[in-house]
């Protein structure tokens, strides 16, 4: 075949273009583009295989093969020559292919006979719609111009695929963004709900991929690269950037400027490609390259290009964040991250959020929690698919979503929703009660906050206090430090909303997952055991006494209450509690008024500090197990890794033995003692914490009615009886046997 020339591409595209915008049926436009493309391409077949779901591929259409294999060949993600290419993204090119190493022979197509195969991807932005082949009986390599031609065909037909040009109900060939998908993440925030989605940056729609006129479509590209250049030089002449912002936007205005990246964009518009389609083929590529890239700081620059496109094509269609689309009924945000300050932007009006990244800790989950909303994350791919106004139901309690569901999915969920709901009800009905178990042992439930929107919780879910107030949420959602007067004014605010119940005020907890934006961070291998909580605040004490003088001034004359985070050793709790010591001295002498009682306790989140001196535990006010991190340093399992998180069980028998020890430990010196965590609320993991003598558990507002409840109805003394007979026949885990004595007593 001879070498192509930018002519002959161009008018290539524009009898596709024809094509398309003919008045036909979806299966009629398929057959005829790949009739089309043999012909301009000079080759005895040309097929397309379309994505059935996110692993198999089917035959949609052919110009060569047997007719009847049509929608009856499909294949596995991977599997054959056409799998490899949907799987890696990039093109297999061989002379031989019945030789080639993944060959698949498929008898029902009657492709024996053809020996030259080449395939591209049919792909747009990261998303895989599908594979493009062409085939011949002459052995030989197609050329790069070949190759080249094909790619920028199967770039307009990713175009055309996403905008539904090739739906057809006779041949089952349902629209993209139409069919109902289940995403299977990790939970994030328990909880369901049912709403539509709201994207938080809504994607870019191209309606054009084929141009007439070339030139006028690279003045376009270079104009908006000019545009995109002078936005980038803009910000970074802003004086309030630190060192990691700039390197950052350092490497957008390299990629900004980079005469190969416009080259390559140039030279798709020469083949026939808008300015638009050119954008996302290159975005596109990144993304492909991305995705094998193994190095993490390689991948990062990847995903600065994949940012910049966006931003790029933004300027091209002038379709900003901000579309005038009204946010639905029932708004679930879906994105592929959130920062903490967008989301509180959006407030309690949503009803779920979905997340492509994210982690358990992160700043959103964090956030999510505080709202009382379901969170998803890790839902790969859903922003991809997901349309604004689309019907969506999040189970926050399985780590799943259901996109556009089935009726009878959503009446199932509707029918797991309406018994929590009841469940609710029921449980309001203790709310002020006491959870006072059949053997006479009170168990004082507190609640966990980090917002002023979570204090109207605290009457209305009965909690006897806050036993946990995370102060790290006011710095996160900042740009810039605040000023110790904001701060008193709002822990004044926490105080006032109590009315007079116990609220536990935790020192900042940055570092590990919760980074400042203004603080430079840290690159540390493992940053959940590097430079974090009270760690970087006795390293940087100017930040640490400034958060003690606003809470000592938001107290005025109130009971104050001050824990400190991460306490691994007697000496660090020593300089921190000192270092309150030293400025309630120095409040006084500037006139300020004292609080009238003063209770200064530490989190025990590492094993080291079960072992401390004895004198540590007569010393502290008292002990809060933060059951999170105890866990996983106790297990050697990151909670942020999804692999091992959840192998590992709170009701093992060596972490309750662990967990008497430091039970016995706090008695011995009568230090109070409680357990703040996600296993405080579930209700079979409490109440085994309640029998081995933890007397006050902080959990999540939603949480204490059901943990009431169970507690209500148990003797204590049986429970224990039940985890001793377990540890004496050698079981791994108490919770079958806790199970089973639940069982037994109808509960």
Not at 260 to 287: C, F, N, P, T
Not at 331 to 341: E, K, Q, S, T
Not at 653 to 678: H, K, M, N, Y
Not at 708 to 721: I, T
């Amino acid at each position: 075949m001879p070498e192509r020339s930018d002519s002959d591409s161009r008018k290539l595209l524009r009898r596709l273009r024809d094509v398309l915008g003919a008045q036909s049926k979806g299966q009629e436009r398929l057959d005829q583009i790949t009739h089309l493309i043999a012909d301009s391409m000079r080759t005895e077949v040309c097929s397309i295989y379309l994505f059935r779901d996110p692993e198999t591929l089917e035959l949609c259409a052919t110009e060569g093969l047997k007719p009847e294999s049509v929608h009856q060949t499909r294949m596995k993600l991977g599997e054959g020559l056409v799998g490899r290419v949907a799987r890696t993204s990039t093109p297999v090119n061989t002379a031989d292919a019945p030789a080639e190493k993944g060959f698949r022979y498929m008898p029902e197509t009657g492709e024996e006979i053809y020996s030259s195969f080449l395939g591209v991807p049919i792909q747009r932005v990261g998303e895989k719609l599908g594979v493009l082949v062409v085939q011949s009986k002459t052995a030989r390599q197609f050329s790069d111009d070949e190759i080249y031609a094909l790619e920028v065909v199967a770039m307009v037909l990713a175009e055309m695929t996403e905008l539904g040009a090739f739906t057809s109900d006779e041949d089952g060939m349902r629209a993209l963004h139409r069919q109902p998908v289940m995403f299977r993440g990790a939970t994030g925030q328990e909880g369901a709900a049912e709403g539509h989605v709201w994207l938080h940056e809504p994607r870019v729609v191209v309606t054009n991929p084929v141009a007439d006129d070339p030139l006028t479509e690279i003045d376009r590209i270079r104009e908006a690269v000019g545009q995109l250049r002078v936005s980038v030089d803009d910000l970074l002449s802003v004086e309030s950037l630190d060192k990691d912002q700039k390197q950052v936007l350092e490497a957008y205005r390299m990629f900004a400027n980079s005469r190969g990246w416009l080259r390559r964009m140039e030279e798709d518009i020469q083949s026939g490609l808008s300015a638009e389609a050119a954008v996302e083929k290159e975005q596109s590529a990144a993304r492909a390259r991305m995705e094998q890239v193994p190095d993490a700081y390689l991948r990062e620059r990847l995903n600065d290009l994949d940012d910049l496109s966006n931003r790029l094509l933004r300027i091209l269609t002038g379709q900003g964040a901000d579309t005038g689309a009204e946010m639905p009924e029932n708004p679930v945000l879906v994105a592929r991250n959130i920062g903490p300050g967008e989301l509180l932007d959006y407030g309690r009006k949503l009803r779920g959020v979905v997340l492509e990244e994210g982690s358990v800790g992160s700043h959103a989950a964090i956030v999510a929690r505080a709202l009382a909303i379901p969170l998803i994350i890790h839902a790969g791919r859903i922003s991809m698919e997901a349309l604004n106004g689309d019907h969506i139901l999040v189970d926050g309690d399985q780590g799943i979503a259901h996109l556009r569901p089935e009726e009878t999915v959503a009446r199932a969920f509707r029918d797991k929703i309406a018994m929590q709901t009841q469940a609710q009800q029921r449980y309001a009905s203790l709310r002020d009660l006491p959870a006072l178990t059949k053997c006479g042992t009170t168990i004082s439930l507190h609640m966990n906050a980090g917002l002023m929107a979570d204090l109207p919780s605290l009457e209305g879910s009965g909690a006897d206090g806050v036993g946990l107030f995370r102060t790290e949420l006011q710095f996160l959602v900042r740009n810039k430090m605040p000023r110790r007067a904001e701060l008193a004014t709002l822990y004044a605010r926490v105080m006032d909303a109590a009315k007079g119940k116990r609220v536990a005020f935790r020192t900042l907890d940055i570092g590990s997952d919760k980074v400042l934006p203004y603080m430079k961070p840290n690159d540390e291998p493992n940053p959940a055991m590097g430079w974090r909580a009270i760690r970087v605040g006795l390293d940087k004490p100017g930040v640490l006494r400034m958060q003690i003088q606003a809470l000592l001034r938001a107290s005025n004359g109130r009971a104050l209450t001050v824990m400190f985070p991460f306490i691994s050793e007697f000496s660090e709790f020593q300089e921190a509690r000192a270092h309150v010591l030293r400025e309630i001295h120095r409040e006084r002498s500037l006139g300020h008024v004292m609080p009238s009682g003063l209770e200064i306790g530490a989190m025990l989140e590492t094993p080291s500090l079960a072992f401390a001196p004895k004198a540590f535990f007569e010393l502290t006010d008292f002990v809060s197990i933060g059951g999170n991190d105890l866990k996983q340093f106790f297990f050697a399992a990151d909670r942020e890794n999804e692999r091992v998180r959840r192998r590992y069980d709170m009701l093992n028998l060596s972490f309750l033995s662990f967990i008497d020890q430091i039970v016995a430990r706090c008695a011995e010196t009568d230090t109070p003692l409680s357990f703040c965590g996600e296993d405080a609320g579930r209700p079979v993991e409490a109440l085994a914490l309640a029998a081995l003598g933890l007397r006050s558990l902080s959990m999540r507002p939603a949480s204490i009615g059901p943990v009431k409840a169970l507690l209500r109805r148990v003797d204590l003394v049986q429970v224990r009886g039940v985890i001793e007979d377990a540890r004496a026949k050698g079981d791994d885990s108490a919770r079958p046997a806790l199970m089973d004595w639940l069982s037994n007593q109808g509960e």
